[in-house]
């Protein structure tokens, strides 16, 4: 069984970036397309960046220029590089294949951003 474990959160200026890491514990196929969300006070959790299995990257409008979605089959980890940080990125984040979700999801990773 596959269990999520996202890190890297935290808090920073406008501007700022952070790198945020997922591992799966238990593995997971380099064809199962993954995905981080977030999910802010109030507010649905939607989906920010997946990386499909023939490597194509997909983004939501907000955050695109910003954000990179990496992974790393090898280690089963999957990265998302969060540059020029808005206070609206505030959020809780999480990873999980994408779209479909197919695994249990993990405690998130806080990312707050001050202006």
């Known amino acids: 069984q596959v269990q999520l474990m996202e890190s890297g959160g935290g808090s920073v200026h406008a501007g700022g970036s952070l790198r945020l890491t997922c591992a799966a514990r238990?593995?997971?196929?380099?064809?199962?397309?993954m995905g981080w969300y977030r999910q802010a006070p109030g507010k649905q959790r939607e989906l920010v960046a997946s990386s499909m299995a023939d490597g194509t990257t997909k983004y939501l409008d907000s955050v695109r220029g910003r954000f990179s979605i990496f992974r790393d089959n090898a280690e089963y980890t999957v990265l998302l590089q969060m540059d020029s940080l808005k206070p609206e990125d505030t959020a809780v984040y999480y990873c999980n294949s994408a779209p479909q979700i197919l695994f249990s999801w993990g405690q998130g990773t806080q990312v707050t951003v001050s202006s």
């Open positions: 238990g593995g997971i196929r380099s064809f199962v397309p």
